[in-house]
């Protein structure tokens, strides 16, 4: 929701929501169990991403219809 309210907010064409995150790993995790959370996470956000290029590109090509 908060990514959605953010995405919302911003009216130019040409916004940009986010260009990184800052995560906070977990200190009793060792360097492998980071690396593993770290990958994990980049593909959640690679797959928010992708969902939301591909809702914008829809709603683009509705408009210019």
Avoid at 30 to 41: C, I, K
């Amino acid at each position: 929701e908060l990514w959605n309210a953010a995405e919302a907010s911003e009216t130019r064409k040409n916004a940009t929501v986010a260009r990184e995150a800052i995560l906070a790993l977990p200190a009793e995790l060792d360097a492998a169990a980071h690396l593993r959370l770290v990958v994990g996470v980049e593909g959640v956000v690679a797959d928010e991403v992708r969902r939301h290029q591909a809702r914008r590109s829809s709603a683009s090509d509705r408009i210019r219809r």
